[in-house]
Each structure stands twice: as structure tokens, then as C-alpha cells.
């Protein structure tokens, strides 16, 4: 993550930490897991680059968005901000998206499908904003 724009001491834009030519696997416990201690911890934002992004039909446990979050952000200098957040956290761009959903999926699935399918163009963002 940079900071893109600073728009005054207490105000600031940062960019997405990347994660790009990846696999990842939107219904794998182990992928969630990771990616949520990502986003709790020092990158809030994430963007998927040039990835493989699987669903099989199965439960999605991800940070899906920050609703009036505050988290502690690490600086340069070891400062730390409280930073707040609102706003999707995953955003994909340029990625191939491979489904295999074999049954109906849960709800977290379903929502996440209707949302990546109602979606057009090189970049999609979780949940649809």
C-alpha cells in the first residue's frame, strides 16, 4: 500500500495492496483466513491482479467491506494512525474467475456470485458499490 494523496494533516488517500498472477480460492477456509488477517492488519484494502479466482459453492468468510471501521495503520517512523474505513475491501482486475458451483450455495456464496455476475468491465469490486 502507498499513500496516493495527502488532503490535509488528518486526511489522506492510500492505494490497494496487490496480490497479483495469484490463485485464489473465494471458498477455501484457508485463503479466507489469510486474507482476512490481511485486511485486519496493515493493508485494509486489497486488489487481485492477473489472478485465478475459484468458487466451488461453498461458504465465503471474507471481509467483504469496513462499514465505520477504525484501524491502527503502521508509517514510516513506526507511527501509528487510526485510520477509518469505509468501503469494499477486494477489488479484481483483470482476473479470469472460474465457477463450479454443483449445488445451490449458501448465502454468502450466492451473494457473491450475483455480485461478481452483475458486474461488467476489467475491474470488479466486492460487494458491488
Same mark, same amino acid.
Given at each position: ?17 496487490? !496480490? ?34 475459484? !468458487? ?17 495503520m503502521q508509517f514510516g517512523g513506526g507511527q ?50
Amino acid at each position: 500500500m502507498r499513500i496516493t494523496k495527502v488532503i490535509d494533516p488528518h486526511k489522506f488517500e492510500i492505494s490497494e495492496g496487490l !496480490y497479483e498472477n495469484c490463485v485464489f480460492t473465494l471458498d477455501s477456509a484457508r485463503d479466507d483466513d489469510r486474507i482476512n488477517a490481511i485486511l485486519s492488519g496493515s493493508t485494509p484494502l486489497l486488489k487481485f491482479k492477473h489472478c485465478t479466482i475459484i !468458487y466451488k459453492g461453498g461458504p465465503v468468510n471474507l471481509i467483504l467491506a469496513w462499514k465505520n471501521q477504525t484501524i491502527p495503520m503502521q508509517f514510516g517512523g513506526g507511527q501509528v494512525v487510526n485510520t477509518a474505513f469505509n468501503q469494499s475491501t477486494l477489488n479484481f482486475e483483470n482476473c479470469i474467475f472460474v465457477f463450479s458451483i454443483p449445488n445451490a450455495p449458501p448465502p454468502s456464496g450466492e451473494q457473491i456470485t450475483r455480485t461478481l455476475l452483475a458486474q461488467n468491465g476489467p475491474t470488479l469490486v466486492l460487494p458491488g458499490s
